[in-house]
């Protein structure tokens, strides 16, 4: 898979996450700031098309805009053969926002459930912005104390799917005793109380990874209160968008590819690594970290050499 640029959007099923999209304007600059290259399907999705990705997005396809089987097909295919995908929904799920997601994950073992998930306790400003607390550990929820999954819906889990290449599983769940869901029942929206019920999913499929979750309003940044600013909202998503990226199906790809991590740094360092790129000293801040990592490395060596004799 010879990938062009780093991360793809779905542009073919009337999706609502754009990259030109104002409300969706922090999170694609947080791509480019990352040295990530974006690009778009359009007009149709295939194996060809993706190939060009490292990690490919559907955002929430748009009213009556399904995938077709042959486009399913092809993207397992794609994840098979070592393709990410990031697959976002929303309140609802299938049914509220009238496309079929589900019918290419069920392949993964995951299902989003046509619901909206609320709190009675743990919640910011309003029980439809349930605070998220319970994380199984992953390197995707790694340091994850909290987010907010506002006007979401929920995830099911078929584990029955797996086998030696397929495996799925929940990362993060509904709180225990104070969650509970107005779900469609297939005549009506009734309210039922849920416990530990998945709201994000991960999954393993052939040499490629997914991660999908029912909740379009974390990526926006219109909103400080349940937004990608709101809580550990942000960090997840950085700790998403690097899990699929770091892919490596052998021992020279272990040498050759890069690994993508999500790692603060102090605002006066900040201001004058972005001082020295804006002068053109390097070329972008992977060189830089790079380049004081080795010298640390070459230090340290040095140290430990002078240590021994």
């Keep these: 898979m010879n990938t062009e640029y780093n991360i793809g959007f779905d542009?073919?099923?009337?999706?609502?996450?754009?990259?030109?999209?104002?409300?969706?304007n922090d999170f694609i600059e947080y791509l480019f700031n990352s040295d990530l290259k974006l690009g778009k399907i359009e007009a149709g999705i295939t194996y060809e098309k993706?190939?060009?990705?490292?990690?490919?997005?559907?955002?929430?396809?748009?009213?009556?805009?399904?995938?077709?089987?042959?486009?399913?097909?092809?993207?397992?295919?794609?994840?098979k053969d070592g393709g990410s995908l990031l697959i976002i929904n929303d309140k609802g799920g299938d049914i509220e926002n009238k496309n079929n997601l589900n019918e290419?994950?069920?392949?993964?073992?995951?299902?989003?459930?046509?619901?909206?998930?609320f709190d009675n306790e743990n919640f910011t400003k309003d029980i439809s912005r349930p605070i998220i607390k319970d994380f199984r550990k992953h390197f995707i929820t790694r340091d994850i104390t909290q987010i907010i999954h506002s006007n979401g819906c929920t995830l099911e889990?078929?584990?029955?799917?797996?086998?030696?290449?397929?495996?799925?599983?929940?990362?993060?769940?509904?709180?225990?005793?104070?969650?509970?869901?107005?779900l469609f029942d297939g005549e009506d929206w009734v309210d039922e109380p849920v416990e530990n019920t998945p709201i994000l999913a991960i999954a393993h499929y052939g040499l490629g990874k997914i991660v999908a979750i029912g909740n379009l309003s974390l990526f926006s940044g219109f909103h400080a209160s349940y937004g990608i600013h709101a809580a550990d909202n942000f960090k997840l998503i950085s700790s998403i968008i690097s899990w699929l990226m770091n892919k490596a199906h052998s021992q020279e790809a272990q040498l050759s590819q890069p690994i993508y991590l999500t790692v603060p740094i102090e605002q006066e360092l900040y201001y004058w690594m972005k001082g020295k790129l804006d002068e053109e000293r390097w070329k972008n801040v992977e060189e830089i970290v790079n380049f004081a990592l080795k010298v640390v490395k070459f230090r340290i060596r040095k140290q430990e050499s002078q240590e021994e004799e």
């Excluded at 542009?11 to 969706?24: A, C, M, R, V």
């Excluded at 060009?52 to 396809?61: A, C, L, S």
């Excluded at 069920?106 to 459930?113: A, D, L, Q, T, V």
């Design 11 to 24: 542009y073919s099923h009337q999706n609502k996450l754009t990259i030109e999209d104002p409300g969706f």
């Design 104 to 117: 290419l994950t069920k392949n993964f073992g995951i299902k989003f459930n046509p619901d909206q998930l």
């Design 50 to 79: 993706l190939a060009d990705y490292n990690v490919f997005i559907i955002g929430v396809p748009g009213r009556d805009s399904h995938i077709s089987p042959e486009e399913i097909d092809h993207l397992t295919n794609y994840v």
């Design 157 to 182: 889990i078929d584990d029955s799917v797996e086998t030696e290449d397929i495996n799925v599983s929940a990362i993060g769940f509904s709180s225990e005793e104070s969650a509970w869901h107005k």
